[in-house]
């Protein structure tokens, strides 16, 4: 053993002095906001007082027997789920169109992936403009072509504006799926099927058995993602809804804010928040056990 083995290394400062800022962008974005929320979800913190009291499990006893929590909360769900469902399935059709179309597939994934080049105010009021009952595209086009006897208001009539809102949402959120699910594939080696023919697999059985099996894992990792910013995302939402008519597209996002701005209840919003946060993080246990599930049959 030499004799300076034992001596304490050397810290580093420059180093540590280079991801400082990550350090404090992190705590002061993500940590501070998770632990502050957690603590004002056991107080009466109103916006508009400086004082406030420490009322333990009272906000969320509010909240759980508040049957509007109820809604929102169902909204969320079938916000997520039929975004997501959806988002999968044509961002897959469109990875493997692409894939088999390798000369212009650069041109098409740079066209397709656009929605993600624009904020979502400019998508909120870009489709509001689509779908308005006056001078939008689609309510016109579908009255000239005698699908409906009069401009539908998409976002105001409460058959439609769900159905609305997700196919917008699917709309925006398909390129992330067809991007990652294109460059998997392309990882796939084509000796796989080749051998599968050779063994005289059908077409349906290669796909399963090799393309589906081969990209799953990234399709595991890109649900879990979706599922966090879908069931959060507020903007998009509310810029184009405000959560109405009548509640029908208030999900939790919406309803805390509505709890926050609104009622200027901070402490009931904070707790509406831990409450998705603690949700949040048990579907997300579930889709982890499933990917290493698939990673351990992989191997």
Same mark, same amino acid.
């Given at each position: 053993?030499?004799?300076?083995?034992?001596?304490?290394?050397?810290?580093?400062?420059?180093?540590?002095?280079?991801?400082?800022?990550?350090?404090?962008?992190?705590?002061?974005?993500?940590?501070?906001?998770?632990?502050?929320?957690?603590?004002?979800?056991?107080?009466?913190?109103?916006?508009?007082?400086?004082?406030?009291?420490?009322?333990?499990?009272?906000?969320?006893?509010?909240? $759980?027997?508040?049957?509007?929590? @109820?809604?929102?909360?169902?909204?969320?769900?079938?916000?997520?789920?039929?975004?997501?469902?959806?988002?999968?399935?044509?961002?897959?059709?469109?990875?493997?169109?692409?894939?088999?179309?390798?000369?212009?597939?650069?041109?098409?994934?740079?066209?397709?992936?656009?929605?993600?080049?624009?904020?979502?105010?400019?998508?909120?009021?870009?489709?509001?403009?689509?779908?308005?009952?006056?001078?939008?595209?689609?309510?016109?086009? $579908?009255?000239?072509?005698?699908?409906?006897?009069?401009?539908?208001?998409?976002?105001?009539?409460?058959?439609?504006?769900?159905?609305?809102?997700?196919?917008?949402?699917?709309?925006?959120?398909?390129?992330?799926?067809?991007?990652?699910?294109?460059?998997?594939?392309?990882?796939?080696?084509?000796?796989? @099927?080749?051998?599968?023919?050779?063994?005289?697999?059908?077409?349906?059985?290669?796909?399963?058995?090799?393309?589906?099996?081969?990209?799953?894992?990234?399709?595991?990792?890109?649900?879990?993602?979706?599922?966090?910013?879908?069931?959060?995302?507020?903007? $998009?939402?509310?810029?184009?809804?405000?959560?109405?008519?009548?509640?029908?597209?208030?999900?939790?996002?919406?309803?805390?804010?509505?709890?926050?701005?609104?009622?200027?209840?901070?402490?009931?919003?904070?707790?509406?928040?831990?409450?998705?946060?603690?949700? $949040?993080?048990?579907?997300?246990?579930?889709?982890?056990?499933?990917?290493?599930?698939?990673?351990?049959?992989?191997?």
């Amino acid at each position: 053993m030499k004799g300076n083995s034992l001596k304490p290394k050397s810290i580093n400062v420059t180093g540590l002095l280079f991801i400082l800022p990550a350090v404090l962008i992190v705590v002061l974005l993500l940590i501070y906001p998770i632990f502050s929320s957690i603590y004002f979800s056991f107080t009466s913190k109103h916006l508009l007082r400086a004082t406030y009291d420490w009322v333990w499990l009272d906000n969320f006893k509010f909240v $759980l027997t508040n049957s509007d929590f @109820y809604i929102a909360f169902a909204n969320s769900i079938k916000w997520t789920a039929f975004s997501i469902v959806g988002q999968l399935l044509m961002g897959f059709a469109l990875a493997l169109a692409l894939n088999k179309i390798p000369k212009y597939s650069g041109v098409f994934r740079t066209l397709l992936i656009i929605p993600w080049a624009f904020p979502a105010i400019v998508i909120a009021f870009s489709w509001k403009w689509i779908f308005n009952d006056v001078y939008g595209f689609v309510p016109n086009m $579908l009255t000239k072509l005698g699908v409906t006897e009069h401009n539908i208001n998409f976002f105001a009539d409460p058959n439609f504006v769900f159905g609305a809102v997700v196919f917008i949402n699917i709309w925006f959120g398909t390129p992330l799926f067809m991007v990652n699910i294109l460059s998997a594939l392309k990882t796939i080696p084509m000796e796989q @099927y080749e051998a599968a023919v050779m063994d005289g697999a059908t077409a349906w059985q290669s796909f399963w058995s090799i393309t589906v099996r081969h990209i799953r894992g990234v399709i595991g990792l890109l649900l879990i993602l979706r599922t966090i910013w879908i069931f959060n995302n507020f903007d $998009l939402l509310y810029l184009i809804t405000g959560g109405g008519p009548s509640n029908l597209t208030t999900t939790l996002p919406i309803f805390a804010y509505k709890a926050g701005w609104g009622m200027k209840q901070l402490g009931v919003a904070s707790a509406i928040t831990v409450i998705l946060l603690i949700f $949040l993080l048990m579907i997300c246990m579930l889709l982890f056990r499933l990917l290493n599930k698939w990673e351990r049959e992989d191997h």
